[in-house]
């Protein structure tokens, strides 16, 4: 079993190593990741590699955000940067996991079926370990918004635990205004959310494949939208019509996971994506005033963020 946000006081880590191998779905080359166990405090720790040669590393955080046109890039620079992180990262956060080591033999994640099943199917395989040392979270005080044109993010405290409210509005009558509210924690995440499978529209894709992008994306990892708005997969959409904006709410909880530790409060976001989640990232964690940073005391009664105390961010 797994134990997830919530429902654990202490670290944790994978309990055994396990790979996963797929395409990546804008360079098009085979790629591969395996998942280590790591040390509490290690956070989660990416490794591009080379054969045995370590390329770059870079923890999940913030800061080491580049790139978030398409996806969401840890790294600047093409030769060392690790892209496409976010389903991965979706399904660890989600899952309580604090601590890991990911070797990636490539340029970015495989994107394997276009959602985070298959890494939460991969975690669950391998198990979890908890760890020695107790769990921090970011515990929101204070309301922190952005806003970009008719988009818009905002953090908000909450007393819940870990909440999400995300609504798109596509000029596209199949999809138009859609909107999924919920706590996050590992059965949810996996009932209403991991099998989300990334989208997009047949009309852009020669324009991405011009630039290089995409070019890994088919009907096996992708739900494609007709120029009639239609959609063209056989086997149609996993969740009624409103598959598109549970993708946009997993790509919102894998790019939060890079705050570093699980937050306690509501984020939410109106035609958002990769760019807002980051920018209202860092424009929480810009402002000292408007978190703090807690440690949960374990409970076998009670769930843990409802346990949290005060602590120092040391």
């Not at 956060?93 to 990636?104: F, H, M, P, R």
């Amino acid at each position: 079993m797994v134990l997830g946000i919530g429902q654990l006081g202490f670290q944790t880590t994978i309990a055994s190593a396990v790979t996963l191998s797929g395409t990546g779905v804008h360079s098009g080359s085979e790629v591969s990741i395996t998942f280590h166990p790591a040390e509490a405090d290690s956070g989660i720790v990416f490794q591009r590699m080379n054969g045995e040669t370590v390329v770059s590393e870079y923890k999940a955080v913030s800061s080491q955000v580049g790139n978030t046109d398409l996806c969401t890039v840890l790294g600047f620079s093409p030769a060392t940067f690790i892209a496409t992180i976010e389903h991965v990262m979706a399904a660890i956060y989600s899952l309580g996991l604090d601590n890991l080591l990911i070797e990636v033999h490539g340029a970015e994640m495989p994107i394997m079926d276009g959602s985070s099943a298959p890494f939460v199917e991969a975690i669950e395989q391998a198990g979890v370990r908890a760890l020695a040392t107790k769990r921090r979270y970011i515990r929101i005080l204070k309301p922190v918004r952005i806003e970009s044109g008719a988009s818009w993010s905002e953090f908000l405290p909450y007393e819940g635990g870990m909440r999400f409210e995300v609504d798109i509005d596509f000029d596209c009558p199949l999809i138009g205004r859609q909107s999924w509210k919920g706590d996050i924690n590992p059965s949810t995440f996996k009932s209403e959310l991991s099998r989300a499978r990334t989208f997009g529209f047949m009309r852009d894709v020669e324009k991405m494949w011009a630039a290089g992008r995409g070019l890994g994306s088919s009907l096996e990892n992708s739900v494609v939208i007709s120029d009639d708005n239609t959609v063209i997969n056989v086997e149609g959409l996993r969740y009624a019509k409103d598959e598109f904006v549970r993708h946009k709410t997993l790509d919102a909880v894998g790019d939060l996971a890079l705050a570093g530790m699980p937050f306690l409060g509501c984020y939410r976001s109106y035609r958002g994506g990769h760019k807002m989640n980051a920018n209202a990232l860092k424009a929480l964690m810009s402002d000292p005033s408007a978190y703090e940073i807690v440690e949960s005391t374990p409970s076998r009664q009670r769930p843990a963020v409802r346990e949290a105390i005060a602590a120092s961010a040391q």
